[in-house]
């Protein structure tokens, strides 16, 4: 996705954003993944770990339903096992736009109610870097896709759910060295996890 075509969806998100400004509501969620699954082109056998914060903003469309307009920051590390010959550390940073919505139509009591969220995350920036004793490589541009699911429990204005999602992440010029060929280096993780959320 060129970087116009990002910035005029933000644009126009931002723009709808303001024009609803009298209902929006926001909401801090922090996702910790239970399970997870990455194939990291470039890295074999290497455990990918992550982390992610989520802020977003709620525009009501209905009494149940609600547009979600938000923003993801995700970092990851990867590191070779010892075993292998020349051995790479990576650090991942992106910056993700989220376009989703929610439904909260299943009251369980006065308080408590079933809650679904689907979303899809498009890069906007990151940041790379994999480097060796010998080696080293650095990305400043990103593409690629996210999607998230999480059903999940409202209490008042908190939530905690369970979550799937996946990233295809693809990090510009970014390479390693493995014998004696370059490799272009990209993220593709699954994960499934739990997510605390609270609306303000």
């Known amino acids: 996705m060129s970087k116009v075509l990002k910035k005029s969806i933000l644009a126009l998100c931002l723009l709808s954003l303001a024009t609803q400004a009298w209902a929006v509501k926001a909401k801090i969620r922090f996702l910790f993944p239970v399970s997870s699954t990455s194939v990291t082109d470039g890295f074999d056998d290497a455990e990918l770990k992550t982390s992610e914060f989520v802020l977003a903003f709620l ?28 051995a790479y550390t990576g650090v991942f940073r992106a910056h993700l736009l989220e376009l989703g919505a929610g439904y909260t139509g299943f009251e369980l009591t006065s308080n408590t109610s079933l809650v679904f ?7 906007i920036s990151g940041q790379a870097e994999v480097k060796s004793s010998q080696d080293s490589s650095e990305a400043a541009s990103i593409s690629g896709m996210g999607y998230f699911f999480g059903p999940g429990i409202t209490y008042g204005n908190a939530e905690i759910l369970l979550f799937y999602q996946r990233r295809n992440l ?12 370059r490799q272009d280096v990209a993220l593709n993780s699954t994960e499934y996890g739990l997510g605390f959320g609270y609306t303000f």
């Not at 993801?72 to 075993?83: G, M």
């Not at 969220?117 to 890069?123: G, T």
């Not at 693809?170 to 060929?181: A, E, P, Q």
């Open 170 to 181: 693809s990090f510009d010029d970014l390479t390693v060295l493995r014998n004696g060929k």
């Open 117 to 123: 969220d689907l979303s899809v995350r498009i890069p």
């Open 59 to 86: 525009l009501p469309v209905s009494r149940n339903t609600q547009l979600d307009l938000g923003y993801s920051y995700f970092n990851a590390r990867i590191e070779d096992p010892a075993s292998v010959s020349e």
